[in-house]
């Protein structure tokens, strides 16, 4: 079982950059495919980016596409998203969250939320006008 734990939150002003990580412990993080989601209060979670287990694919909501950029590095179990150019409607507690995948499925990468059976804490990104 495979326990995340996110950092990198924070208040930034619009337009600026921050660099959120999730490091996975517990588990063969190759064979977990990883994502990251969002929520503000009274909203349902929404999907932001995603990254194969292989790291050969990403995906993006269009929200964010073209300014968010997700990536992972095996050496330290940790995914990062690296947020550019963010916009006050950007603010949000963001989840890093992750699926285990079988080899045949590495490159698959994952939209809904319902296919992630592990979640961080959660941290909270503010950006201000």
């Known amino acids: 079982q495979v326990q995340l734990v996110e950092s990198g939150g924070g208040l930034v002003q619009a337009g600026g950059s921050l660099r959120l990580s999730c490091v996975a412990s517990g588990g063969s993080f190759g064979r977990y495919a990883m994502g990251w989601f969002r929520q503000t209060p009274g909203k349902e979670r929404e999907f932001a980016a995603a990254?194969?287990?292989?790291?050969?694919?990403?995906g993006y909501a269009d929200s964010v596409k073209g300014r968010f950029t997700i990536s992972r590095d095996s050496a330290k179990n940790t995914v990062y998203l690296q947020m550019n150019s963010v916009k006050p409607e950007d603010t949000a507690v963001y989840y890093c969250a992750a699926n285990s995948v079988h080899y045949f499925s590495e490159n698959l990468v994952y939209y809904s939320a319902d296919r992630y059976g592990y979640w961080g804490q959660g941290t909270q990104v503010t950006v201000s006008s």
């Open positions: 990254i194969s287990g292989s790291g050969s694919n990403t």
